[in-house]
C-alpha cells in the first residue's frame, strides 16, 4: 500500500503528463470555444433539452466547423452582459459596474453536422470494485446522505447535493465506485452551489484518486484526463491542503469500517 504523499506525488505527475501532451492541448482549444454555463443555465439547457451534452452559439460551432442542423430549435438560455457608466453623485463622478442578462439561444452538438470534435483524453473506468462500493455506501449513510441510484437523464456519472449523492446505475461496479468517491469528496470538502466549479472539480476527483489509489486500485486512465480538463498544478497545488483533509475523513472512514467488519 502505497503512502498517501507518494500518491498525491503520482497523482500530479500523472495529470500534468496529460496536459502537456498533443491530444489535450488540442482538446483544450476546443474547450476553450465553449462557454461554462451556470447553474441557472444549466437547468435551462437540461429542462429545454435533457440529453444534451456540449451547447455552443451558433456562430461558435461555425468557428469549429461544424454548422447547425436545418430545423433546429435553440435552446434558450440567459447571457450576462457587465456594464459600466459614470453617474454624478454629491458634484463627483461615480463610476458604476454591473450586469445584466440577455436571452440567447444555443445548440446542442446533437443538432450540428460537420468536423469531428475531438474527445477528452478519459477512459471511463471497468472492473471489479473490491467491494469498496459498499464501504463508501456506509460512510455517506452514517454523514446522513441518502444515496440514489435510480435512472436520470443526466449525462453525468453522477453528483452531489448536500443529503444527497447520485451515481449512475449503468455504471461499472468500478467507475460507481470512483465516481461515489468522487462525489464524497465534494460533501467532506464543503462544497456547495455558487462556488468556483473548477476548484471543486479538481478536489473532488483528487480525493477519489487519492481514496481508490489508497486501497490499491489505479483510476489513473480517468482521473488525470479529468483533473487536467479542469484545472493546473498550481490550482492542485493550491488546494492540497482541503485535498488532503477530504480524502483522509473517507480513508479513516474506510480504516474504521474495516477494523469493524
Given at each position: 500500500m502505497d503512502s498517501?504523499?507518494?500518491?498525491?506525488?503520482?497523482?500530479e505527475r500523472g495529470f500534468q503528463e496529460v496536459q502537456d501532451s498533443e491530444?489535450?492541448?488540442?482538446?483544450?482549444?476546443?474547450?476553450?470555444?465553449?462557454?461554462?454555463?451556470?447553474?441557472?443555465?444549466?437547468?435551462?439547457?437540461?429542462?429545454?433539452?435533457p440529453t444534451a451534452t456540449r451547447v455552443a452559439g451558433f456562430h461558435t460551432w461555425r468557428k469549429l466547423g461544424r454548422h447547425?442542423?436545418?430545423?433546429?430549435?435553440?435552446?434558450?438560455?440567459?447571457?450576462?452582459?457587465?456594464?459600466?457608466?459614470?453617474?454624478?453623485?454629491d458634484g463627483e463622478e461615480e463610476v458604476i459596474e454591473g450586469c445584466y442578462f440577455k436571452p440567447v439561444h444555443v445548440f446542442d452538438v446533437s443538432q450540428t453536422d460537420g468536423k469531428e470534435l475531438p474527445a477528452a483524453p478519459v477512459t471511463e473506468l471497468d472492473g471489479s470494485d473490491d467491494g469498496l462500493f459498499a464501504s463508501l455506501a456506509a460512510i455517506a449513510t452514517g454523514e446522513g446522505i441518502a444515496l440514489d441510484r435510480t435512472p436520470n437523464a443526466s449525462s453525468a456519472n453522477g453528483f452531489y447535493?448536500?443529503?444527497?449523492?447520485?451515481?449512475?446505475?449503468?455504471a461499472s461496479p468500478l467507475m460507481a465506485t470512483k465516481t461515489l468517491a468522487h462525489e464524497l469528496g465534494h460533501?467532506?470538502?464543503?462544497?456547495?452551489?455558487?462556488?468556483?466549479?473548477?476548484?471543486?472539480?479538481?478536489?473532488?476527483?483528487?480525493?477519489?484518486?487519492?481514496?481508490l489509489a489508497y486501497v490499491g486500485i489505479d483510476a489513473g486512465s480517468y482521473s488525470f484526463g479529468y483533473l487536467a480538463s479542469w484545472s493546473d498544478p498550481k490550482v492542485f497545488r493550491a488546494k492540497l491542503g482541503e485535498i488532503h483533509a477530504a480524502a483522509n475523513r473517507i480513508i479513516d472512514g474506510l480504516e474504521t469500517y474495516a477494523e469493524a467488519a
Open positions: 498517501r504523499a507518494a500518491i498525491i506525488e503520482r497523482l491530444r489535450f492541448q488540442d482538446y483544450l482549444s476546443t474547450c476553450a470555444r465553449f462557454h461554462n454555463y451556470s447553474a441557472h443555465n444549466t437547468i435551462l439547457i437540461w429542462s429545454q433539452h447547425v442542423l436545418k430545423g433546429e430549435k435553440g435552446i434558450g438560455i440567459l447571457a450576462p452582459r457587465p456594464y459600466r457608466r459614470t453617474e454624478e453623485k447535493r448536500p443529503g444527497t449523492i447520485w451515481v449512475k446505475p449503468e460533501h467532506f470538502a464543503g462544497h456547495v452551489s455558487g462556488q468556483c466549479r473548477g476548484e471543486q472539480e479538481t478536489i473532488a476527483e483528487a480525493v477519489a484518486y487519492i481514496v
